[in-house]
């Protein structure tokens, strides 16, 4: 896993948006001042990853907001193989969290996303590791590991263990004793079951199906004579039935003869009814008829006085109406639009001014009049704003020349201080391999008090003839010379970027200014284009000659209206011409309504002469009919009459009755037949009958009840039997089981298994480490471990010396060393990168070069190694910087180098 872009906001320091990318660099520093947000770079990817942090763990998530926000998030983006991942994390309410993986130019959201505890294991089944291998891994502190390197085995076995996440290995026996005596007690248990059932054999459960057999042959018995019982009790049953029928047939026969005089005066009363509804439609046309005579007749009287009326009303609206006064006020009211436009135009044009001169009023000339006089003025007004451009446009061209030398005095600066700031540097470089060359004769000189002659060197071991002689060391005058070079460079740099930035805000200066110089000069051509090469026009001949044709308009206005003013003029006549209308069709609604009642009167005349015409025939044929039907007159019709649920009813008693006549007749036939020659059945009989049923059905049921308990008692010692040879089974697989985790609690007394899976990982371990050294210390040194002691070999000298004789830089060597090696083991290789922490403020000036000079060439091959410091001699020593600034609002962070 390798990352690619850390985005942060509102987390710990970060109260603003933060973006950091990480694609393009490999060795790098993070620093800043403490309490800037450092670490708090690195507490994102762990919580981007996992959902935690070192520092907070899962659960005081709320405390990584910022104090000035409500709601932070984290998006980290990295590559793992040929994908590329990213997962985002919200803390506000609830924590939120998404992966996704891109395909081509979009991003595919994971089905993992739908909860938060999903995404974390997809996460970890990602990247291969959980939380606390990660964080072990990525995250190498520099000073632990100097106290790995040269602390006695005990401190180095608890600081491995605490590395590797083999603290859970110490309470392994005392799970595996408690699983021994977890297994004791089952296989207890399991004995005790089998002498529980010990008198439980397949004997037992034999017997009991061959009780369960005899019962069930018994049962059957019982029930063949209970089905013959039945038979014989359901003939009796029958006979008994039909004896009993008959006798009821018999008596409601007797009583629906009773009934027959009443049915024939209901079937009386239902043929009046028939032939009541067969003459009601003839009478009922008689009766509309002489209705529809009298109506008509009522009709005709009022369609008379209506006639009368319409008339009256026609007279009198007639006499007042004048028809040649409408028409000429009609004719004249065709004039107003024309009227109402000139007055309308005359009041646009400001309506008309005193003066003697007046001229005929044409549209189209009035309105080139106004367009010249408007060209007149814009030709004045332009010529004006020129003159106004010219003057803008030559001082911004003064300005913008003085900008032009003052840029190029500043350019020239800056390429002087660049020249002598590279000077410094050459020289400051060369101080530099004089002094690194000087310190290691100065460590060599160290140990010349411990040198003997004819006794063994205590670096090399060979014998010493001749100890060297002492001499002065100019390592401070170096090292002050340094210390002042690089001071000096630093004041050239600050210098440079100073005259830089004001060369940048000249630049700025000098695009604006010659943007607006440019607009300045199109503006000018425009106005130079619109004020023309003419000269003005005589303005005051143009207003002359529109406020004369606006007087000859006001004057053709008054002959209009006989001077009358428009407005009035124009009310008036509409007004006049509304009242002779509304009264024109006042004549011509009364005239209508006249023809209208003239021609009603005379329909209603016709209408009820046809009407008597036709009632005489019509009272001839239904006095025939009622005749006909044994009726004397229409009122006897209408007593005669039945409703409909009436007649109904009365025909539905008379069919029920016939039918259950006819029904009764031929079932007593029926039942006659079938008991001709049987007697009749003695209750006595069929009572004894069944008794002996009831007695063979209780026998029967008994039987049932002991089969049912004896198949309980069967099921039971069935259960029984198989508990009983499970627990056999179970209690031999105990046994097994049992013999086994004795002897692992056994093997597991003291540290035996996790010291022997410690060695594995720590032989492991270093022989990566010493392969690490032999690279970091050009080919010079390796790691050996004896006696649990770690030893460093120095293949130059072929001396081997214990890890805490070793130098600042040496150690700072072997510790890097065993701290890379440890990452890699510990990620298995699933980790594209790693941070070192702090720890190299406390080196001195020498080991703090030799820590440069190494992490200069640290063979990243591809991974990405972040060095967390606040050294600003050893972060610029670094390809990159990502540095972190302290500000109120929140801290930021940006890319050096």
């Not at 239902?270 to 009709?299: G, I, K, N």
């Not at 369609?303 to 319409?310: F, G, S």
């Not at 003239?598 to 209408?607: C, G, K, P, T």
Request: glycine share 6%.
């Amino acid at each position: 896993m390798r990352p690619l872009k850390l985005d942060l906001e509102g987390f710990g320091a970060f109260a603003r948006h933060a973006s950091v990318d990480f694609s393009d660099v490999e060795l790098f520093a993070i620093t800043g001042p403490t309490g800037s947000g450092k670490t708090t770079l690195l507490d994102a990817v762990t919580f981007a990853l996992y959902g935690e942090t070192p520092r907070m763990g899962r659960k005081g998530l709320k405390a990584l907001l910022h104090p000035g926000v409500k709601k932070a998030w984290v998006q980290l983006v990295f590559r793992l193989g040929d994908e590329v991942w990213r997962v985002t994390r919200v803390i506000a309410g609830k924590t939120e969290a998404r992966l996704e993986r891109q395909m081509g130019a979009e991003w595919q959201l994971s089905s993992a996303s739908e909860k938060v505890k999903t995404l974390n294991a997809a996460v970890e089944q990602l990247l291969g590791l959980d939380y606390d291998a990660f964080t072990r891994a990525i995250l190498l502190p520099q000073g632990r590991f100097d106290a790995f390197l040269k602390g006695d085995s005990r401190e180095r076995r608890e600081l491995l263990f605490s590395l590797y996440g083999l603290a859970g290995l110490a309470g392994l026996r005392e799970r595996a004793v408690a699983r021994l005596g977890e297994l004791r007690e089952r296989l207890a248990e399991a004995r005790t079951m089998t002498a529980h059932l010990e008198g439980v054999d397949a004997a037992a459960v034999e017997a009991a199906r061959e009780e369960h057999k005899r019962l069930a042959e018994e049962r059957d018995r019982r029930a063949a004579e209970i089905a013959a019982l039945e038979r014989g009790l359901n003939a009796l049953d029958e006979l008994a039935e039909l004896w009993q029928e008959k006798r009821t047939l018999e008596g409601r026969q007797r009583a629906l003869e009773a009934e027959a005089e009443a049915m024939a005066e209901v079937e009386g009363w239902l043929e009046r009814a028939r032939a009541a509804e067969q003459a009601l439609p003839e009478v009922r046309r008689l009766e509309d008829a002489r209705s529809r005579l009298e109506r008509q007749h009522r009709e005709l009287g009022k369609k008379k006085e209506a006639y009368q009326k319409a008339k009256n009303a026609w007279e009198r609206v007639n006499e007042a109406f004048d028809e040649r006064l409408l028409e000429d006020l009609r004719t004249r009211a065709a004039t107003l639009p024309l009227l109402e436009a000139k007055a309308r135009t005359l009041a646009a044009l400001g309506g008309a001014t005193a003066g003697e001169e007046v001229a005929d009023y044409q549209e189209a000339t009035y309105r080139q009049l106004e367009r010249q006089l408007r060209a007149a003025e814009e030709r004045r007004k332009a010529l004006s704003e020129a003159e106004r451009l010219r003057k803008r446009t030559a001082q911004l061209e003064k300005r913008i020349a003085d900008l032009e030398k003052e840029l190029a005095a500043a350019t020239e600066r800056r390429e002087r201080l660049k020249e002598s700031g590279v000077e410094l540097r050459r020289r400051l470089d060369e101080l530099k391999q004089r002094l690194s060359a000087e310190r290691r004769r100065a460590d060599v000189a160290s140990f010349r008090h411990l040198l003997r002659p004819g006794e063994p060197c205590p670096l090399c071991g060979q014998p010493v003839h001749e100890p060297p002689p002492a001499a002065q060391s100019p390592l401070a005058g170096l090292e002050a010379e340094a210390e002042r070079l690089a001071a000096e460079l630093e004041e050239k740099r600050g210098a440079w970027r100073e005259a830089e930035g004001e060369i940048k805000g000249m630049r700025e200066r000098l695009n604006d200014g010659r943007k607006q110089l440019a607009e300045l000069r199109e503006d000018l051509k425009r106005a130079e284009a619109a004020a023309g090469a003419r000269g003005p026009e005589d303005v005051e001949r143009l207003v002359a000659r529109l406020a004369a044709m606006r007087r000859g308009l006001a004057a053709e206005l008054e002959r209009m209206t006989g001077g009358q003013d428009p407005e009035t003029y124009a009310r008036e006549l509409r007004g006049r011409l509304a009242e002779l209308e509304r009264r024109a069709k006042e004549v011509e609604r009364a005239k209508r309504a006249l023809d209208q009642a003239q021609e009603e009167l005379a329909r209603a005349r016709e209408r009820h002469a046809a009407l008597a015409e036709a009632l005489g025939p019509l009272e001839e044929s239904v006095a025939a009919l009622l005749g006909q039907l044994g009726f004397e007159g229409p009122e006897q019709v209408e007593a005669a009459r039945r409703s409909p649920e009436e007649l109904e009813r009365l025909a539905a008693r008379l069919a029920s009755w016939r039918e259950e006549r006819a029904y009764v007749a031929k079932r007593l036939e029926e039942v006659t037949r079938s008991l001709a020659g049987k007697p009749e059945v003695d209750p006595q009989a069929l009572r004894t009958k069944k008794e002996r049923l009831e007695a063979a059905v209780q026998a029967r049921a008994e039987l049932e009840a002991q089969l049912g308990r004896l198949e309980e008692r069967i099921d039971r010692l069935e259960r029984d039997l198989a508990q009983k040879r499970e627990a056999e089974k179970r209690a031999a697989e105990l046994v097994g089981q049992v013999g086994v985790w004795e002897q692992l609690a056994e093997d597991l007394k003291g540290h035996k298994f996790p010291d022997y899976l410690l060695e594995r990982l720590q032989l492991d371990m270093l022989a990566r480490a010493s392969e690490l050294l032999f690279t970091l210390s050009q080919h010079r040194y390796r790691f050996r471990l004896a006696d649990g002691v770690y030893h460093v070999e120095d293949l130059w000298t072929g001396a081997v010396r214990p890890a805490k004789t070793l130098s600042g830089g040496e150690t700072f060597l072997a510790s890097l060393s065993l701290a890379l090696s440890l990452s890699e083991h510990l990620s298995r290789g699933r980790l594209g990168a790693l941070f070192l922490d702090e720890g190299f403020g406390t080196l001195d000036a020498e080991a703090l070069e030799l820590a440069a000079e190494v992490l200069e060439a640290l063979p990243t091959q591809g991974r990405m190694v972040g060095v967390v410091t606040h050294v600003p001699e050893l972060a610029q020593r670094l390809p990159a910087r990502l540095v972190v600034e302290k500000a109120p609002q929140g801290s930021r962070v940006h890319w050096e180098g």
